[in-house]
């Protein structure tokens, strides 16, 4: 199971990005997929996570600014970020729980998102 990331780059504050992640396995097989964020010198944090039922949860920090969606006919996940602030700097990774045969945790390979003027 591979997760490909694209999106992500340099835009200043207040400005807006929009990630994506391809699946390379069926939405049937994927239970949550999520976001998660790494800044340098800090640990992984979770930025969105959205079940296989559309039940959403954010972080506090983004809540009102950040949208996490899925299409499960591409196998797509996407985050559209607004309002970006400096903080929000950071390597942005999608995560996938898949079931069955291929079952575990898998990562994208992360795609950096910095904000600055």
């Known amino acids: 199971v591979q997760l490909v990331q694209s999106g992500g780059g340099l835009v200043q504050p207040g400005g807006s990005l929009k990630l994506s992640c391809v699946a390379s396995?069926?939405?049937?097989?994927?239970?949550?997929m999520g976001w998660y964020r790494q800044a340098p010198g800090e640990q992984r944090e979770l930025v969105a996570v959205?079940?296989?039922?559309?039940?959403?949860v954010y972080a506090d920090s983004v809540k009102g600014r950040f949208t996490i969606s899925r299409d499960t006919r591409k196998e797509t996940l996407y985050l559209q970020m607004n309002s970006l602030k400096p903080e929000d700097t950071a390597v942005y990774y999608c995560?996938?729980?898949?079931?069955?045969?291929?079952?575990?945790?898998?990562w994208g390979q992360g795609t950096q998102v910095t904000v600055s003027s």
């Open positions: 995560n996938a729980g898949v079931w069955g045969p291929a079952s575990g945790v898998y």
């Open positions: 959205i079940s296989s039922n559309g039940s959403i």
């Open positions: 396995i069926s939405s049937f097989r994927i239970n949550d």
